[in-house]
């Protein structure tokens, strides 16, 4: 059984900054790609960062130059520093964490609400 554990969200002002963090456990053989992923109300899922196990990262060009991600890989971590944050950046938080083979999981989602 896997688990992943997040912390972090909340509620902050515009131009503030949120730290999320994901620690993932349990039965993994090979964490591939760890990221994270948001969905606002009556949109879809997306993207928002992922990091592979060689630390290359990939972001929504909407979060570029204002979110970094990062991963620890002998503690299963992954965590997403957001800074000048924006209203249109509230949404649930969900991480994501690909392994070996094939497999997916996903955590239970944490409230990032930006006010403006």
């Known amino acids: 059984q896997v688990q992943l554990v997040e912390s972090g969200g909340g509620l902050v002002q515009a131009g503030g900054s949120l730290r999320l963090s994901c620690a993932a456990s349990?039965?993994?053989?090979?964490?591939?790609?760890m990221g994270w992923y948001r969905q606002a109300p009556g949109k879809q899922r997306e993207l928002v960062a992922a990091?592979?196990?060689?630390?290359?990262?990939n972001y929504a060009d909407s979060v570029k130059g204002r979110f970094t991600i990062s991963r620890d890989n002998a503690k299963n971590t992954v965590t997403l520093q957001m800074n000048s944050l924006r209203p249109e950046d509230t949404a649930v938080y969900y991480c994501?964490?690909?392994?070996?083979?094939?497999?997916?999981?996903w955590g239970q989602g944490t409230q990032v609400t930006v006010s403006s």
């Open positions: 994501n964490v690909k392994s070996w083979p094939s497999l997916e999981y």
């Open positions: 349990g039965s993994i053989f090979v964490i591939n790609v």
């Open positions: 990091v592979t196990s060689g630390g290359s990262p």
